[in-house]
């Protein structure tokens, strides 16, 4: 009953969902041609072609009518089983969105356009900026050379380059630098470095002189920074590690300040004084302090060992 209730609503619709397989297998099965039932119904070829392969969801019952008797079947067994279409129904277009929806439209959009531009900010920003550490001893004497060194770890495969700043304390100039200081007065106070983009380790040392008339029982302090550059964004970073010396009379190697090298303190220096040849550190007078029972510094005279 419910069949014959369904069969009859199809009929009665003003347009009817067919389905082109059916319509195809029932053409070929009575070997009819296109043109034959083309000419019968009263279209073209390419019509009867495009209800075929389902390129109409529906068409005019009475179409779909002259259709069913051409191929000699009734109306129903040409039509999909769970698709009819009302009169006011058919062709029509879908309504326009509500405007809440078109708000939640606008604002997704808005979402996706911001999120895209933190993709492309991410991806051309560094993940992590380098990482700069400074070494420098904790004592010095006046006029005496002073060594520092900066050891700056990076990502492997890190594509962005760097500079490196350093301001030196007042007074103090720089001696000499590897790889060469880059600033436009290499004896100045201020200095860069520019490295170029890379993830090897970099090592930057230099050498520094404080002047000979220099109040002794002073901190000085060494300031730095790290300027990445990654696409359109700069990113600065602090150097870490040691940034203050004490000025007095004491060698650079005594890392307590107890008026010797000892065993604990003659390894470092050494290490020290190999990285940096050339920058003007004297590794003998740092061997003789060791191999002796101290040393005297005096603003005339310099170090003395004691035997």
């Known amino acids: 009953m419910m069949e014959t209730n369904d069969r009859a609503d199809k009929l009665s619709a003003a347009s009817v969902a067919i389905d082109g397989t059916r319509i195809r297998t029932v053409r070929e099965a009575k070997r009819l041609t296109q043109l034959y039932v083309a000419n019968v119904v009263g279209v073209t070829t390419d019509t009867i072609s495009r209800w075929e392969n389902n390129r109409y969801p529906s068409i005019k019952r009475e179409n779909a009518q002259k259709l069913a008797d051409a191929l000699e079947v009734p109306l129903v067994d040409i039509l999909r089983e769970e698709t009819t279409v009302p ?18 439209l606008i604002l997704f959009g808005l979402a996706a356009l911001l999120l895209l531009l933190m993709v492309v900010i991410l991806a051309r920003t560094p993940s992590s900026a380098p990482k700069a550490v400074r070494w420098l001893p904790r004592y010095a004497a006046p006029g005496e050379v002073i060594p520092v060194q900066i050891k700056v770890a990076r990502l492997p495969g890190d594509p962005f380059g760097f500079i490196l700043k350093e301001k030196l304390p007042d007074g103090m100039r720089l001696v000499s630098s590897v790889p060469p200081n880059s600033a436009a007065e290499p004896a100045g106070s201020s200095l860069k470095w520019l490295v170029p983009g890379g993830g090897s380790p970099v090592t930057i040392s230099y050498s520094m002189r404080t002047p000979a008339p220099f109040a002794q029982g002073k901190d000085v302090k060494v300031k730095g920074e790290i300027v990445l550059h990654g696409g359109d964004a700069n990113r600065t970073e602090e150097v870490g590690g040691g940034s203050e010396v004490r000025i007095g009379p004491y060698h650079w190697a005594d890392a307590n300040g107890d008026g010797s090298i000892d065993d604990d303190e003659i390894m470092p220096a050494y290490y020290v004084c190999d990285e940096m040849k050339g920058l003007g550190l004297e590794w003998k007078i740092i061997e003789a302090i060791w191999s002796g029972k101290g040393y005297r510094w005096d603003p005339k005279t310099g170090y003395t060992v004691l035997k």
């Open 87 to 104: 009169e006011d129904e058919a062709g029509a277009d879908l309504p326009p969105p509500s405007p809440r929806l078109t708000k939640l």
